[in-house]
């Protein structure tokens, strides 16, 4: 069954160009470089990434061992399917969309699917962030879990690779057990929340994820003044959907993190704790190896802008996390968008995809 297209997200500029898959995100990648990761966040050397026996994957297996054979055909799909729009549909991502027309909440799904998929979308995440995440769907879907979101299962669980994609209005997460290497979190993701109306006020009350930027600005009070019109970009912030990977050869915006003094790098790796915290231990394990595998954050750029401060006040709304193979896109205004693409060495990928 052919996914359905859905309205998209009122508050985007140029809405056909947010629907993109990862060979938007990655094509022209090189080989990530690799320099002295900062020693705060150390990479466990167990397995640093999730698995198939991982709980979410296995509910994951578990659900589709329930799905009858009509069920099957409207979200189930080849590892490869791609759509006559969206391309390789496993790999797109954008800030509003439906992977398919069923609803969660929606009859499609007995009592007991229901429950798993509920399962699933938690195992996804810090149980510490649970309220919070559903405080954000239901503020941003007028309802509670699952009356706004999709799921599709591409390829078979149990049988090679796999991976389920979670979709909706300010949502797109993935499951995967690692069935794409390189990548962190299975591919791309997004998070969004728009707590008190579509253009928020100042400070965005109610917002669940403002306080990363809180701390990112914390970072910005604490640089001299040199430092701070590197970091302070006044051309226009980039396009939401501009978070390429664009590996060592890159030009990064902002003041790189390597120029930082000791007390300042300790304050950015407080800012990158906050961002990771509400994803499940594997998935932090996994952007930790990730982030060390391509030069740590000594690697990476961080930029402030000053386009999009929402009501000039001088903190900065909209900001971003950038390295060879790593982005991490906060956009404060009108609300936030939080636009995320992390692997730890792109060209195999590449190459894998014929990009």
């Known amino acids: 069954m052919q996914p359905l297209d859905r309205e998209t997200c009122p508050d985007c500029d140029n809405l056909e160009a947010l629907a993109l898959d990862r060979r938007g995100f ?10 002295t990761a900062l020693p ?23 659900l589709y061992d329930t799905l009858t054979d009509k069920q099957k055909k409207a979200i189930c799909f080849d590892w490869d399917y791609k759509h006559q729009q969206r391309g390789l549909l496993r790999t797109h991502v954008s800030n509003n969309w439906h992977v398919v027309d069923q609803t969660i909440a929606s009859d499609f799904y007995t009592a007991k699917q229901k429950g798993i998929i509920l399962d699933i979308f938690k195992s996804l995440f810090n ?41 909706g209005r300010h949502l797109t997460t993935r499951v995967d057990g690692n069935s794409e290497p390189h990548v962190a979190f299975g591919g791309p993701i997004f998070h969004g929340h728009a707590a008190s109306g579509f253009n928020e006020k100042v400070g965005h009350p109610g917002n669940v994820f403002w ?31 501009k978070v390429p990977l664009q590996g060592k050869s890159g030009t990064f915006p902002g003041l790189p993190i390597k120029e930082m003094s000791r007390d300042q790098k300790e304050a950015v790796e407080k800012v990158l704790l906050s961002l990771v915290e509400p994803y499940r231990k594997e998935d932090v394990d996994e952007v930790k190896a990730c982030l060390q595998a391509q030069g ?27 390295g060879p193979a790593f982005v991490w896109y906060f956009r404060g205004f009108p609300h936030v968008h939080i636009w995320i693409n992390v692997a730890d060495d792109s060209s195999p990928v590449l190459n894998s995809r014929n990009l």
């Open 296 to 322: 740590g954050l000594d690697a990476c750029s961080l930029a402030f802008y000053k386009d999009g401060d929402l009501g000039n006040d001088g903190e900065w709304d909209n900001w971003r996390i950038e």
């Open 26 to 35: 990655l094509r022209g990648v090189a080989a990530a470089g690799i320099a």
């Open 211 to 241: 306080h990363q930027a809180k701390l990112a600005n914390k970072v910005y009070q604490i640089l001299d003044p040199k430092q701070e019109k590197k970091a302070l970009v006044l051309a226009k912030r980039p396009a939401e959907f």
């Open 40 to 62: 705060l966040l150390p990479v466990p050397r167990a397995q640093a990434s999730p698995t198939p026996k991982s709980p979410a994957e296995t509910a994951v297996k578990a």
């Open 127 to 167: 149980p510490d962030w649970h309220k919070r995440l559903f405080k954000q769907l239901e503020d941003d879907s007028g309802g509670k879990f699952g009356t706004e979101q999709n799921i599709a299962i591409f390829g078979k669980p149990g049988e090679g690779k796999f991976e389920l994609v979670m979709t």
